[in-house]
């Protein structure tokens, strides 16, 4: 298999009925859990913290729920409590962000640090590794503060990549004894495509939010690497993200070439210039003048700004061309560009907020991204989020949760089916360690391994899928002896 088969797990699980799974990983695989700081943090105004956009939005009745992130897990006061339990399950791996708007109010350069901050994610760090867990840190998710938007154009805004890499330094600066992995970017494609704060052409405005994206993330990797590096010793990249996408029907070409189309205005989109320096070459055909150009030098800074490979999944698509002509006032033509039609297939399975249940997607994805991107490198694939969502009202229908569990077995049985055919996968991370505000859905859709009773002081309740999870991980760090 191309690897020293020494970790092997092979336990059953009651699942309606008993269901036994066999996973073999090779020695060094590592699972984790992720989190963002919106989502479980609460304490919204507290210690110095500004307004973030989707403080804003979650205040102006735009949440399915009505509710807010105000308080939500209330993990910025109760993070220990976090911790505890990931060390109780044996997780050792964290995924978190930094909230911008925490560490300068004001978001821009001109923002003073805010030291209260600085002490209190030092202090989290500091108990995280004191606990055997090793942080991966996100700089940027989705959490932008008001304040850009409010004096500025947002992601838009000229000043974003100077004011984006500023922010960084700071955080290199006051965190990176203490951090090893640094995401710039979570999922830039969803901020690209779905936020509209900017006041700009519906037509362009994708492209654009995505261009600084792309410039912004290579110009902090660009100060992380000359300035922090060779002391700090850390790795550093984004997350993307991805459905995958199949062909209606395979032996229709216009379905095959509406999939592949999908692929490239989703990842390639975002991996080609970092590999190649440029936008795809079916972007660039389709968009002309319509997609920003990158200069000589913008070109060399995006070559190579990644040390790995993440990306998060979750879910599939069938597609096949759109077939109707698109109006030139659609609101945003983004999708008259993919000109593709995406739907599920009838068998296909759901989770709770509706996403279809493929676990080969997943394998797929691994393959589509390794083929195209990383077989020729030295670079690891870190699969940052996955996981299922569940509405779960009642806590006794969110404790034996065994939906989910069945999810993520089939799930992470097909990425150790990539691992076996060669492919450098060496790290998983589920979404999400807790029930949390799930942006537009607020607080009704659940992702966490762990119950969250939320009010003014969440109670954490372990469901099923955290103790499988345990198990999972406890199994992997036990060599088994040769045979």
């Known amino acids: 298999m191309g690897y020293n088969l020494r970790m092997k797990v092979c336990f059953a699980f009651l699942i309606g009925l008993t269901s036994v799974l066999c996973i073999t990983f090779p020695k060094g695989f590592e699972f984790g859990a992720s989190t963002a700081a919106f989502q479980i943090e609460g304490s919204w105004l507290a210690d110095g913290k500004s307004m973030s956009v989707w403080d804003n939005i979650a205040h102006t009745g735009l949440i399915a729920d009505n509710s807010t992130a105000d308080i939500a897990d209330d993990s910025y006061k109760r993070y220990a409590e976090d911790i505890s339990l990931m060390k109780q399950y044996g997780i050792k791996n964290y995924r978190m962000s930094i909230a911008w708007a925490r560490i300068l109010p004001y978001g821009t350069r001109k923002s003073s640090v805010n030291m209260k901050a600085i002490e209190h994610y030092r202090k989290q760090f500091q108990e995280l590794l004191n606990a055997g867990i090793t942080p991966y840190v996100t700089l940027y998710h989705n959490d932008m503060p008001i304040n850009l938007v409010l004096a500025g154009e947002g992601y838009t805004d000229p000043d974003f990549v100077k004011d984006f890499t500023h922010y960084a330094d700071v955080c290199f600066q006051h965190f990176g004894d203490l951090v090893k992995y640094w995401f710039t970017f979570n999922e830039p494609w969803v901020l690209s495509v779905f936020d509209s704060f900017e006041p700009h052409e519906e037509d362009t405005k ?4 995505a261009h600084q994206f792309l410039l912004s993330h290579s110009s902090a990797v660009e100060l992380y690497r000359t300035k922090y590096k060779s002391t700090q010793k850390g790795k550093i990249g984004w997350v993307l993200n991805s459905e995958m996408y199949y062909p209606k029907n395979l032996d229709k070409p216009e379905d095959v ?3 592949e189309r ?7 989109w975002f991996a080609e210039p970092i590999f190649n320096g440029d936008y795809p070459a079916v972007m660039k055909k389709i968009l002309g003048a319509r997609l920003p150009e990158f200069t000589e030098e913008e070109k060399q800074r995006l070559k190579g700004s990644l040390d790995f490979f993440a990306i998060n999944h979750y879910f599939s698509f069938i597609t096949e061309p759109e077939r109707k002509a698109h109006s030139t006032n659609d609101k945003n033509n983004y999708w008259a560009d993919r000109n593709a039609v995406t739907t599920f ?3 296909w399975k759901t989770t709770g907020n509706g996403w279809s249940i493929v676990p080969e997607g997943i394998h797929d994805l691994i393959a589509y991204v390794n083929n195209k991107w990383v077989k020729n490198t030295n670079l690891e694939i870190y699969i940052t989020e996955n996981g299922a969502a569940m509405k779960e009202e009642k806590a006794a ?9 069945d999810y993520l077995h089939r799930y992470i049985s097909e990425i150790e089916r990539a691992v076996k055919e060669g492919i450098n996968v060496t790290k998983y991370f589920v979404w999400s360690l807790l029930d949390n505000f799930e942006w537009g859905a607020g607080l009704s859709t659940r992702f966490g391994i762990v119950r969250v009773e939320f009010g003014p002081n969440p109670v954490r309740i ?8 345990s198990e999972l991980i ?8 040769s045979s």
């Open 206 to 209: 994708p492209y654009k939010i």
């Open 257 to 259: 070439e509406a999939a």
């Open 262 to 268: 999908c692929l490239a205005f989703v990842v390639d």
């Open 345 to 347: 297939k009838p068998e």
């Open 397 to 405: 229908d969110a404790i034996n949760d065994h939906t989910r569990v």
């Open 462 to 469: 372990p469901k099923a899928s955290i103790k499988w999870y």
């Open 474 to 481: 406890k199994s992997n760090s036990q060599p088994t002896s």
